[in-house]
C-alpha cells in the first residue's frame, strides 16, 4: 500500500505546483501533466500480476499468441481493438505487459486531453481520479478503463461543439469495451429535464440490446444473483454523488459553460436514477457509474476556479483530504485491494518466478 500511497502524493504534488504557476506558465504545465502521465503509465502499465482480472487478462493475450490474422475477430468475443492489441503485442514479441502498457497509455491520454477541453488543470484531474479511477478501474478492467478515457475524451470534444471527433473517439472506445456505447446516452440527454424522459426508453432499449445481440452480457450485467452482486457499487456511486452535490452548490457558476453545464445536468440526473437501480441490478449500476465519474472529475476540478481567492485554499484542502481518505477507504475496506493490489509487483523489478 505504501508505494500505491507514495505515487499519489507525487501526483498530487505535481498537482499543487501546476495549480498555483503563473498562467504565462503554459509549457511548464504541459511537462508537469507529460512527467505526471508518463509516472502513472508506467506504474499502471507495467504493474505484474497485480489486478482482480490478471488472470483472465493473461489467459486473454495467450489465446491471441496462437491465432492467425485471419482469426483474431472470431476467436472469441473480445471487442476488436483489444483482440487486435493483443495480435500484435505477441507479433512483435511483447506479452500481456505491452498490452497493460498501451491501455494505460490511451487511458490517460484521454483522461489529460478531457482536462484539457473542460478547462481543469491536467494535473490536478489525474490526482483526483489517482485513488480510485486509476488505481481500482485503470488496473483492474483494462479494456474498460481505456474505454473510459477515451469516452471522456469524446465528451470533451462533444461540448467544445468537435462532433466527428466525439463519435470517432467514441468509436474507438465501444471498440475497446462494448458498454461504452452508454456514451450515446449521454450525448442524447440534451439536459436534466429531457434526462427524465430519455432515461426510462434508453433503460428498455438497453436491455433488448443485451438480450438479443449480447447475450453474454446478459448474465454480466442485468441479473442481480449473489454471486453477481458489486458491493463497490455504493462507494462508485459516493464519488460520482459527491460530483454531483458539488455541481449543484456551483451551479450558477457553471452556466457560462453552457455545453458543460447540459452534460453535467443530464449526467447528475442519471446518479440519483441509479441509486435504485443499484439495488436490484448492481453489476449494471456498477459499470454504468464508471462512465459517470467525469462528474466528479469536472465539478471538484472546476471548483478550485470558481471559488473566491480567499477561499480557494480551503477548497484545495478540502480536495486532497477527500481525495486521500477515498485511497485509504478503497485499500483498508476493498477486500479486492488487500487479495490483488497488494503488494505491487512491477515487470521492471520482477524475477522469473512466476
Excluded at 490474422?69 to 505477441?90: G, K, M, Q, S
Excluded at 446478459?218 to 459527491?242: C, F, K, M, P
Excluded at 477507504?329 to 503488494?343: G, K
Amino acid at each position: 500500500m505504501l508505494i500505491y500511497g507514495m505515487m499519489l502524493s507525487i501526483i498530487c504534488l505535481l498537482g499543487l505546483f501546476s495549480l498555483f504557476l503563473p498562467s504565462r506558465q503554459y509549457a511548464l504545465r504541459i511537462a508537469l501533466a507529460s512527467f505526471a502521465a508518463l509516472l502513472l503509465t508506467g506504474f499502471m502499465g507495467l504493474r505484474d500480476h497485480v489486478g482482480a482480472d490478471w488472470p483472465a487478462y493473461d489467459n486473454i493475450f495467450e489465446i491471441y499468441s496462437r491465432v492467425q490474422l485471419r482469426d483474431v475477430f472470431t476467436t472469441t468475443t473480445i471487442e476488436p481493438c483489444y483482440a487486435l492489441l493483443n495480435y500484435l503485442a505477441h507479433c512483435v514479441g511483447g506479452d500481456i505487459h505491452l498490452v497493460n502498457l498501451v491501455c494505460a497509455f490511451l487511458m490517460v491520454l484521454g483522461l489529460i486531453r478531457f482536462a484539457y477541453l473542460i478547462r481543469v488543470d491536467a494535473c490536478l484531474l489525474l490526482f483526483l481520479a489517482t485513488p480510485y479511477l486509476l488505481y481500482a478501474v485503470g488496473m483492474g478492467y483494462t479494456r474498460q478503463a481505456v474505454a473510459i478515457g477515451i469516452g471522456f475524451a469524446a465528451l470533451g470534444y462533444w461540448v467544445r461543439g468537435e462532433h466527428k471527433k466525439c463519435y470517432a473517439c467514441m468509436g474507438l472506445a465501444i471498440c475497446f469495451h462494448y458498454s461504452a456505447v452508454f456514451l450515446f446516452l449521454l450525448i442524447a440527454m440534451k439536459n436534466g429535464r429531457r434526462a427524465l424522459l430519455v432515461l426510462p426508453v434508453a433503460l428498455l432499449g438497453a436491455f433488448l440490446l443485451v438480450k438479443i445481440l449480447l447475450t453474454s452480457y446478459l448474465s454480466l450485467y442485468i441479473q442481480n444473483t449473489e454471486d453477481l452482486h458489486s458491493n463497490g457499487v455504493w462507494l462508485r456511486l459516493a464519488i460520482v454523488l459527491i460530483g454531483v452535490v458539488t455541481f449543484m452548490v456551483q451551479r450558477k457558476r457553471w452556466k457560462s459553460d453552457p455545453g458543460m453545464f447540459n452534460m453535467l445536468s443530464s449526467a447528475s440526473a442519471l446518479a440519483v436514477f441509479l441509486v435504485p437501480v443499484a439495488v436490484v441490478a448492481s453489476t449494471l449500476a456498477d459499470r454504468v457509474c464508471l462512465y459517470l465519474f467525469f462528474v466528479y472529475l469536472a465539478a471538484c476540478g472546476r471548483a478550485i476556479h470558481f471559488s473566491s481567492p480567499a477561499a480557494r485554499q480551503v477548497a484545495m484542502g478540502i480536495l486532497v483530504a477527500a481525495t486521500y481518505g477515498c485511497f485509504f477507504l478503497w485499500f483498508t475496506v476493498s477486500p479486492y485491494a488487500a487479495s490483488s493490489w497488494i503488494p505491487y509487483r512491477s515487470w521492471l523489478f520482477s524475477q522469473s518466478g512466476y
